[in-house]
Structures are given as structure tokens and as C-alpha cells.
């Protein structure tokens, strides 16, 4: 009896974790039975790597894994007494600080438990009811979204037009206020009068939006605000065609191929299995260095604007990241810093990698909801006014 229970309620934790964003089939729901009745597990530990190992397939679902199963143990002892046949009694863990993906595992958790059996809340209900539902989602952090908040987002974000501010390239074009005679154009004109009357047609600079290139860090503290931005970069990128789309932690990765297919899941999908290190360690000096030594020649091209998603907490900083920042400033016409610490009032770059890098930037901006997206939308159109000083922030530290 107490076997079948267990069994029944692994079912309802893989159902959940599918809910979450993990892929789970029934192929891994009956390993994990066959995993758990061969180990013997006998400690909580035990079990828990034992589900790991069936339900885990990529690194970027081991914060949500971890989430989910740790709410499990915390709800009133809940899988205590499910193992209570298997496993003996331990004390209860302290309570963490809730962290990226909390809330969307609760929710995938607790879904089809009725309001009595959920427990109390961990946070209070918002009481503000002068602000609409849209209005709170825009400024909603993302790391702190349900799985419908998050679903609502992607979708406010594929609505966000991107309209760069074009710059003059060394090609010339037909242009009325040109400053060049176009030889050609003049003569076939001219042979529709026969020669009698000799209309000037002339040329001048063409003016084209510049590339787009995205550095993004998926490292364990961006992992959910690069997931979020890569769908704005998909949404870019099928809209516009010189957008190229990195990504770093340990190494750096060029996605701008798999975020070109036209299905978004699809696209996301394929960047995942392209990139082996999500959600690992950060080494921003170095990936910044390979970038600038391969890279930076093909795309920066044209007057290209970087932005940089990351929050610069970089275990190698020091005069070397500050150098091949300043040398991918040098090779590009903006670089925008995107930093999701910001949304802190009261951050201050203490950190010795964000006080290197805050010197080689043009704005330093937050990256957290959808507001501060629009803000950046904002800042990259025509008639956007620029922001975010970095030397603002460097005289608070002086």
C-alpha cells in the first residue's frame, strides 16, 4: 500500500515538473519507479539524485528540479509521510530565501490542491487594486513570474517593435538631396525627351539600420532574465536579418543560426542543445576575449550596436576584463550594458568586475520586466534619447 502510494504521488511530482518546463514522458516517469525500488534509497539525498538523475536532461532544468522538490518537503512534511514505509524521519531543512523559479514551481505543484490544503502563502497578496493586471506584469521581475506571467510575457514581447536609428553606410543610393551626379541614371532619363531636356539625378549615402549583436551570460544568476531576452532577440530576429546572438558563461557560444527558425520553441529548443554550459560558472574576461579575436571583425560592421546582458560578477576581473572591454567598445558604435541588478535601489558597484567595466560602456541599464525592455526599445529607435550614465554610477564609488 504504502508502495502504490509513493508511486502514485511520483507521478503527480513528474506531472508537475512537466507543468514547470521540464520534459517529462512516461518513459522517465517509469524509470524513476524502477530507479527508486532498485537503489533502496534510504536518506533524502539519496532520493533526491536518484529522481535527478531520471528527470534532469539538461543543465538549465536543475534550478527548477531542485525548486520543486524542496517545496515538496516543505509543505507540512507532505513527502515524509509518503515515505514514511521507505525512508526514516529527519528534521526539517531551514527555510530559503525564495529564488528564480519559486513561484512557478509552487504553481505547477500545488496546482489541483484545493485552497485548505495549499497551506499559507509565502508572500501576501497584492492589495493595490488601482493598478491593472498588465500594468503589475510590466513591472513584475522575471525571475519572480508564475508560468503564466512568464507565458503572458513572451507574448507582450513578440508586440515590441524594434525601429533602429539608421546610419550612413559608404554605399551610395538615389537620392534626391545627393551630392553626386549619377551618370546613368541622368542619360536614361534624358532619352525619354530625346535629349532636349537633361534632368540631374543624383546620389548619396545610403542609410541602413546597423547589426544588432547580443552578449548574453547564462550563467546561474541570469539563467531566467537571458532565457526571457532571448525571446526579444527572436522576435528581432525574424524581423531583421543582421542580428547575431552570443552566448557566454565558460565559453561563448554563436546561437544567431538556431534563433532564426520561425517557431520560437523550436528556436529556443535548438539554442539549449547548442549550448553546454547553461546555468554553470561565468568567465566574462575570457569570453569577451574570444569573441573580440574571432568574432569581432564579421559582425561588427556598419555602425553595430552591442548590447551586453550581465550582472559583471566576474571571478577573473581585474585589468584584463578591462581591457577587452575597452576594446570591444572600440570596435563597435554603442555598447549597452543591460545589468538585472540594478533593479535594486540601492545597488552600488562595488564589484571589482562591474568598477571594470562601467569605465568602456555608454549606458548602463536594468534588464528585469517588461518595463525596462520597452525603456531599451525606447533607447534604440530613432527619436530614443539615450540613459544611464555609467559615470553616475562610478562617482557614487569614487
Same mark, same amino acid.
Given at each position: 500500500?504504502a508502495?502504490?502510494r509513493?508511486?502514485e504521488n511520483?507521478?503527480?511530482?513528474? #506531472?508537475?515538473l512537466?507543468?514547470?518546463g521540464?520534459?517529462v514522458?512516461p518513459?522517465?516517469v517509469?524509470?524513476a519507479?524502477?530507479?527508486?525500488?532498485?537503489?533502496?534509497?534510504? +536518506?533524502?539525498?539519496d532520493?533526491?539524485?536518484?529522481?535527478h +538523475?531520471v528527470?534532469?536532461?539538461?543543465h538549465?532544468h536543475s534550478l527548477l528540479f531542485?525548486?520543486?522538490?524542496?517545496?515538496f518537503?516543505r509543505?507540512r !512534511?507532505y513527502?515524509?509521510?509518503?515515505?514514511?514505509?521507505?525512508?526514516p524521519q529527519?528534521p526539517?531543512?531551514?527555510?530559503?530565501a525564495?529564488?528564480p523559479g519559486?513561484?512557478?514551481?509552487?504553481?505547477?505543484?500545488?496546482?489541483?490542491l484545493?485552497?485548505?490544503e495549499r497551506?499559507k502563502?509565502?508572500?501576501?497578496?497584492?492589495?493595490t487594486?488601482t493598478?491593472?493586471?498588465?500594468?503589475?506584469?510590466?513591472?513584475?521581475d522575471f525571475?519572480?513570474m508564475?508560468?503564466?506571467?512568464?507565458a503572458a510575457?513572451?507574448?507582450?514581447?513578440?508586440?515590441l517593435?524594434l525601429?533602429l536609428?539608421?546610419?550612413?553606410?559608404?554605399r551610395? @543610393?538615389p537620392s534626391?538631396?545627393g551630392h553626386?551626379?549619377d551618370?546613368?541614371r541622368?542619360l536614361?532619363?534624358?532619352?525619354?525627351?530625346?535629349?532636349?531636356?537633361i534632368?540631374l539625378?543624383?546620389?548619396?549615402?545610403?542609410?541602413?539600420a546597423p547589426p544588432i549583436?547580443a552578449?548574453?551570460?547564462?550563467?546561474?544568476?541570469m539563467s531566467q532574465?537571458t532565457?526571457l531576452?532571448?525571446?526579444?532577440l527572436h522576435?528581432?530576429?525574424?524581423a531583421r536579418?543582421r542580428?547575431h546572438?552570443?552566448?557566454?558563461?565558460?565559453?561563448?557560444?554563436?546561437?544567431?543560426?538556431?534563433?532564426?527558425?520561425?517557431d520560437?520553441?523550436?528556436?529556443?529548443a @535548438?539554442?539549449?542543445a547548442?549550448?553546454?554550459?547553461?546555468?554553470g560558472?561565468?568567465?566574462?574576461?575570457?569570453?569577451? #576575449?574570444?569573441?573580440?579575436k574571432?568574432?569581432?571583425r564579421?559582425?561588427?560592421?556598419q !555602425?553595430a550596436?552591442?548590447?551586453?546582458?550581465?550582472?559583471?560578477?566576474?571571478?577573473d576581473?581585474g585589468?584584463?576584463?578591462e581591457?577587452e572591454t575597452?576594446?570591444?567598445?572600440r570596435?563597435?558604435?554603442?555598447l549597452?550594458?543591460l545589468?538585472?541588478l540594478?533593479r535594486?535601489?540601492?545597488?552600488?558597484?562595488?564589484?571589482?568586475?562591474?568598477?571594470?567595466m562601467l569605465?568602456?560602456?555608454?549606458?548602463? #541599464?536594468?534588464i528585469?520586466?517588461?518595463?525596462?525592455?520597452?525603456?531599451?526599445?525606447?533607447?534604440?529607435s530613432?527619436?530614443?534619447?539615450?540613459?544611464?550614465?555609467?559615470?553616475?554610477?562610478?562617482?557614487?564609488?569614487a
Amino acid at each position: 500500500m504504502a508502495d502504490g502510494r509513493l508511486a502514485e504521488n511520483i507521478v503527480y511530482f513528474a #506531472r508537475a515538473l512537466r507543468a514547470a518546463g521540464i520534459p517529462v514522458g512516461p518513459g522517465a516517469v517509469m524509470d524513476a519507479l524502477t530507479a527508486v525500488k532498485v537503489a533502496g534509497v534510504g +536518506a533524502r539525498e539519496d532520493f533526491y539524485w536518484t529522481l535527478h +538523475a531520471v528527470f534532469v536532461k539538461r543543465h538549465e532544468h536543475s534550478l527548477l528540479f531542485d525548486q520543486a522538490f524542496r517545496m515538496f518537503f516543505r509543505r507540512r !512534511g507532505y513527502l515524509d509521510k509518503l515515505m514514511a514505509a521507505l525512508l526514516p524521519q529527519a528534521p526539517p531543512r531551514q527555510e530559503e530565501a525564495a529564488k528564480p523559479g519559486a513561484r512557478r514551481i509552487e504553481e505547477a505543484l500545488f496546482a489541483g490542491l484545493p485552497e485548505s490544503e495549499r497551506g499559507k502563502p509565502e508572500e501576501e497578496a497584492d492589495a493595490t487594486f488601482t493598478v491593472s493586471d498588465r500594468e503589475l506584469l510590466q513591472r513584475k521581475d522575471f525571475a519572480q513570474m508564475t508560468a503564466a506571467e512568464i507565458a503572458a510575457a513572451k507574448e507582450a514581447i513578440k508586440r515590441l517593435v524594434l525601429s533602429l536609428d539608421e546610419v550612413k553606410t559608404r554605399r551610395l @543610393a538615389p537620392s534626391r538631396r545627393g551630392h553626386l551626379i549619377d551618370i546613368r541614371r541622368t542619360l536614361r532619363a534624358s532619352l525619354k525627351a530625346g535629349g532636349a531636356v537633361i534632368d540631374l539625378k543624383y546620389l548619396g549615402p545610403r542609410r541602413k539600420a546597423p547589426p544588432i549583436v547580443a552578449l548574453l551570460d547564462i550563467s546561474g544568476s541570469m539563467s531566467q532574465y537571458t532565457r526571457l531576452f532571448l525571446h526579444f532577440l527572436h522576435a528581432v530576429t525574424d524581423a531583421r536579418k543582421r542580428v547575431h546572438t552570443f552566448l557566454f558563461g565558460t565559453r561563448l557560444t554563436n546561437v544567431s543560426r538556431a534563433l532564426r527558425r520561425k517557431d520560437p520553441d523550436e528556436a529556443l529548443a @535548438a539554442v539549449s542543445a547548442s549550448v553546454a554550459d547553461w546555468s554553470g560558472g561565468t568567465r566574462i574576461a575570457t569570453s569577451l #576575449r574570444v569573441f573580440n579575436k574571432q568574432w569581432a571583425r564579421r559582425v561588427l560592421t556598419q !555602425g553595430a550596436v552591442v548590447l551586453l546582458i550581465t550582472d559583471g560578477l566576474e571571478r577573473d576581473g581585474g585589468e584584463r576584463l578591462e581591457f577587452e572591454t575597452d576594446r570591444l567598445h572600440r570596435s563597435c558604435r554603442r555598447l549597452i550594458w543591460l545589468n538585472p541588478l540594478l533593479r535594486f535601489a540601492g545597488f552600488e558597484p562595488k564589484a571589482k568586475g562591474i568598477r571594470s567595466m562601467l569605465p568602456h560602456v555608454d549606458e548602463l #541599464r536594468p534588464i528585469h520586466n517588461l518595463e525596462s525592455m520597452q525603456e531599451l526599445v525606447r533607447a534604440l529607435s530613432a527619436d530614443g534619447t539615450r540613459g544611464g550614465d555609467p559615470r553616475a554610477w562610478l562617482q557614487k564609488v569614487a
